[in-house]
C-alpha cells in the first residue's frame, strides 16, 4: 500500500488525498483558511503551508536510495508547499510546523502579512471566540507586526443583502463566500471586487445578496468580515450555549444547533451531516428561534366566556380537559396529530386516546406546491409528515379534515396551526369544543376553548422523520418553568448558566415558558381520569414505538446519536397504508 | 442610462462570436469583450457590464469582478482623452508630478476629474514601464508621450484639444542612444 511519511511517522493510505485533509483526518492540524472540504481548492490564503519532498527511489532496483547513515535520502521540493492542494504521492514525506521550523515559520509570516491591513478589532467584532484567523493567530502568528504604517481602508457596515453584513477590512480574501455562491448555492451572487490590496467580496453593482443560502457564508467565513445581520452584536459566542437540534421548519431536517444564552434561543446554526445537509441550512430555518423565544404559549388557557381566553391554572385545565372528555363518549373525540410535532408526541396522544375509545389520530400534510429547490429547501413545510405515516395515523386532506371537525363534539389538536396555513377557519371550529396542545399562540390556539401549552422542539428530546425517511433527534436547549439543567443531564450548561445564579442580572425566569412536554401533561391527565397510561420520558415512548411497529424496530436516541440519525424504510410503510 | 437602450449590434455581436470562438469557454472571453464594450461606449459602466454579462451568458457579479480588477476599464465616463500621468518612482524623480500639476493647472481640473466639455480626464498612475524616458503621460489606455517637458506638455495638450493623437515613437534609452549611433553609422 502506498505510504506517507507525516512529522517522521508512516502513515499508509488508499486512493486520492489531499495532503491538509489527510493530515487533518489523522487528527493532527495544520493552520488553514481558504480551504473548504466541500467546495473547490483555490489555494489561495497560503497559510497551510508544509515542507514536503520524496524519498529517493532507484528506478531500476526500486530500492530507497540511502545516504551514509543508512537513512532514507529525502528530495526536498524546492519551496514551501500549500497542504490543501498537495496530493499524496508514494514515498512523500511532510514536514509540518511541528516537525519544522522552515514550515513554523512560512505559517507565521504568512499569518503577518495576512493581519496588515486586518483592523485587529476583535473586541468589538462578532466572529471573536470562533474565528480561525483569531486562534491560529494565537496559535503560530507572530507576536507582533513589523508593519507600523497606516492600514489600507475599506468599506464598513456594507448591507450586502437582507441578512448578511460585509466588513471589507476584516476580510482575508479567501473566496469561500464566492465559492459558495458559485459551487454551492450556486446563484453567482458574489465575486471579489478590485484587487492588491484593496479587494473584498461584493455582489454586483445594484444587486443584492438575497441568496436563500447566504447566511451560510457567515458560518464559513474565516473572520469576521461576513457578519449575521440579525444576530450582530446580540451576544459573544462564547456566553452561548450549544444543542444540537434539528431544523423544523420544512421537511428535510436540517442538523442544526441551538445557542442560547439565558434560555432564549439567540441563533441558528448548521450541523453537519453527510446524509442530510453537509455543512449548509437554508436562511428560512435560521429565523425559527424567533418561534422558540416569542409568542409562546405559557401557562394553559381556557375561553370562559365568548371568545375571550383567559390564563388558568394546570389543576383547572386538567379538571376542564377531564370533565370534557367524560361528558363524551369516544366515538365523538377527533384527535389531530401534526406533522409539526414529533414521532413521540403524535404516537403518545394517538395511543391515550385510543385507549379512551376514540379512533386513530388524522392528520394533514403541510405541503406547498413548487416551494421547494431540490437542495435543502423542500415543498414540505413540516418536519415529520413521513413520521405520521409511519405511525399509521390517518391521513387526510384539508375537506375532509373539515368534515371530520364538523362531526366531532370535541376536537383536540396537537401542535398545529390549521387555522393559519388555512385547511380550516376559525369558525369552523367554532361549533366543537376545541383543545389544542399549542407550543405558540397561532390562530389555531386563540380559537381553541382549552390551550395546553407544550413543549417546544428546543425543549424537549424528541424525534422527527425528515422527507428522505431519515429519523433524527432533538436534545433539550432551553429550560421550562419546571426543568433544570443543573439536573437534567441531557441538558448542556453554557459558562453563564454554570455561573449563574437567580442574584445575577445576566439570569431572569422570564425567559422560562410554563409549558409540559406533551407525555407529562397526558400522564397528568391519566391519573385524574384514572387511565392505566404512565410514561417516564420520550425515551420510553420511543422504545414503546420500536417494539409496536417494525418501521422503527432498533431505533433508540443512542443510535440516532451514534449515526447521526438513522435511516428507516419508507417502502414498507407505503404497501401497508394501501 | 437604461438598461434596454443598451445592444450590441449585428456586427460586434459577430465579432464577438469569433472572440468566443477563441477560447474554450465564454468566461475566457470576458476580458476582450469588454473591450468591444468600452470600444463602443467609451466606459464599462454597471449597465455596460451588465450588458457584456447577459451577452456572454455570465453571472453579472463575474464581469463586475474582472472589470473592478482592471484599472484600464473605465467603471465610469471618463473624457475623450485620457491622460494617465506616471508618478511612480522613476518619473516622480525626472519631474512628474510637475507634468502634472501643469496639466491640472492648464485645464483647470484636478487629478481624477473629467473637464466640463468632456475632452480630458487626468488621473495619477503607477509605474507603466516607461521609465527609461521618464517623465511620461499614457493616452487613453495607448500611445504613450515620452520625455516630457513643459513645452511639449503644451503641445501635446494643443495637438489634442485639435483632435490630433501623438504617434507611437520606438524609444531608445538615453544611455544606449550612442552606441547605436555609433553601430548605424
Ligand atoms: S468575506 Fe470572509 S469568506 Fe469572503 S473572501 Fe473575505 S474572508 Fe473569505
Ligand atoms: S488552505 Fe491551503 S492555501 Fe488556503
Ligand atoms: S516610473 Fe513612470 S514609467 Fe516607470
Known sequence: ?578 | MAEQELHFTDEELNEIEKIKAKFPTAKAATLRVLWVAQKKYGHVEPEVQALVAKTLDLPESHVHGVASFYTQYYKEEMGKFVLDVCTCLSCQLCGGYDVLHQIEDRLGIKAGETTDDGLFSVQEVECLGACGYAPMVQITNGVYANNLTEEKVDKLLENLKNGKMPEFESMVMRQNEKRIKAATE
Not at chain 1, 446554526?269 to 449548509?280: C, E, M, S
Not at chain 1, 390556539?445 to 422527507?467: F, G, R
Request: glycine share 6%; aromatic share 8%; net charge negative.
Open chain 1, 1 to 578: 500500500m502506498p505510504e506517507v511519511f507525516i512529522d517522521n511517522e508512516r502513515y499508509e493510505f488508499e486512493g486520492d488525498h489531499m495532503a491538509l485533509q489527510f493530515i487533518l483526518d489523522q487528527g493532527m492540524e495544520v493552520p488553514f483558511f481558504c480551504y473548504h472540504p466541500s467546495m473547490s481548492i483555490p489555494a489561495n490564503c497560503r497559510q497551510c503551508m508544509v515542507k514536503a519532498g520524496q524519498y529517493i527511489k532507484d528506478d531500476e532496483t526500486g530500492e530507497y536510495e540511502l545516504d551514509e547513515n543508512g537513512e532514507r535520502k529525502i528530495r526536498w521540493f524546492p519551496k514551501m508547499q500549500t497542504s490543501c492542494a498537495l496530493k499524496l504521492q508514494d514515498g512523500m514525506v511532510i514536514q509540518t510546523q511541528e516537525t519544522s521550523e522552515e514550515a513554523e515559520r512560512a505559517q507565521k509570516d504568512t499569518l503577518e502579512l495576512l493581519l496588515i491591513n486586518h483592523p485587529l478589532d476583535c473586541p468589538i467584532c462578532d466572529q471573536a471566540g470562533e474565528c480561525p484567523l483569531q486562534i491560529q493567530t494565537y496559535k503560530y502568528g507572530p507576536e507582533g507586526s513589523r508593519f507600523e504604517v497606516k492600514k489600507v481602508h475599506k468599506p464598513k457596515r456594507v448591507e450586502l443583502g437582507p441578512r448578511v453584513t460585509l466588513d471589507a477590512e476584516r476580510c482575508i480574501n479567501c473566496t469561500r463566500c464566492v465559492r459558495f455562491t458559485e459551487e454551492i448555492s450556486e446563484t453567482n451572487q458574489l465575486t471579489i471586487v478590485s484587487r492588491g490590496d484593496k479587494n473584498y467580496p461584493m455582489t454586483a453593482p445594484n444587486q443584492e445578496f438575497d441568496d436563500p443560502y447566504s447566511m451560510n457564508t457567515v458560518d464559513i467565513c474565516p473572520v469576521g468580515a461576513l457578519t449575521s445581520t440579525d444576530f450582530r452584536f446580540k451576544a459573544r459566542v462564547w456566553e452561548m450555549n450549544q444543542t444540537p437540534s434539528i431544523d423544523i421548519t420544512n421537511g428535510k431536517g436540517c442538523n442544526i444547533d441551538l445557542w442560547t444564552r439565558d434560555n432564549q434561543v439567540l441563533r441558528i446554526t448548521p450541523r453537519q451531516n453527510k446524509a442530510v445537509n453537509d455543512y449548509w441550512m437554508p436562511d428560512e430555518g435560521r429565523s425559527a428561534y424567533e418561534l422558540f423565544n416569542e409568542n409562546r404559549a405559557s401557562r394553559p388557557s381556557i375561553k370562559l366566556d365568548g371568545s375571550n381566553q383567559s390564563n388558568t391554572s394546570w389543576n383547572n385545565a386538567i379538571e376542564t380537559f377531564a370533565e370534557t372528555i367524560e361528558a363524551h363518549s369516544g366515538d365523538d373525540v377527533l384527535v389531530i396529530g401534526s406533522p409539526h410535532a414529533s414521532v413521540e408526541e403524535n404516537y403518545a396522544l394517538n395511543k391515550f386516546f385510543n385507549l379512551l375509545g376514540a379512533s386513530n389520530a388524522r392528520f394533514t400534510p403541510h405541503i406547498i406546491d413548487g416551494y421547494g429547490d431540490g437542495f435543502l429547501i423542500t415543498d414540505d413545510q413540516a418536519p415529520n409528515t413521513n413520521g405520521c405515516r409511519l405511525l399509521n395515523l390517518n391521513e387526510t386532506d384539508h375537506k375532509d379534515l373539515a368534515t371530520a371537525i364538523s362531526k366531532a363534539k370535541v376536537c383536540i389538536i396537537l401542535s398545529d396551526n390549521l387555522v393559519g396555513r388555512k385547511v380550516v377557519a376559525a369558525s369552523d371550529l367554532g361549533n366543537t369544543y376545541t383543545i389544542s396542545f399549542a407550543t405558540n399562540m397561532t390562530e389555531t390556539a386563540k380559537a381553541s376553548d382549552l390551550v395546553i401549552p407544550i413543549t417546544c422542539v428546543a425543549e424537549h428530546a424528541a424525534s422527527y422523520v425528515n422527507i428522505d425517511g431519515r429519523i433524527q433527534r432533538s436534545f433539550p436547549a432551553k429550560e421550562t418553568k419546571y426543568t433544570n439543567r443543573r439536573l437534567n443531564l441531557e441538558m448542556s450548561e453554557g459558562r453563564l448558566d454554570r455561573y449563574g445564579t437567580n442574584f445575577d442580572n445576566w439570569v431572569s425566569e422570564e425567559h422560562k415558558v410554563d409549558c409540559l412536554p406533551l407525555w407529562d401533561f397526558l400522564n397528568k391527565l391519566a391519573e385524574r381520569l384514572g387511565l392505566d397510561y404512565h410514561v417516564n420520558h420520550s425515551r420510553t415512548i420511543l422504545a414503546e414505538i420500536s417494539s409496536a411497529i417494525p418501521s422503527f424496530e432498533n431505533v433508540t436516541f443512542e443510535k440516532m446519536d451514534e449515526q447521526q440519525g438513522i435511516q428507516l424504510n419508507l417502502d414498507n410503510q407505503k404497501i401497508k397504508q394501501k
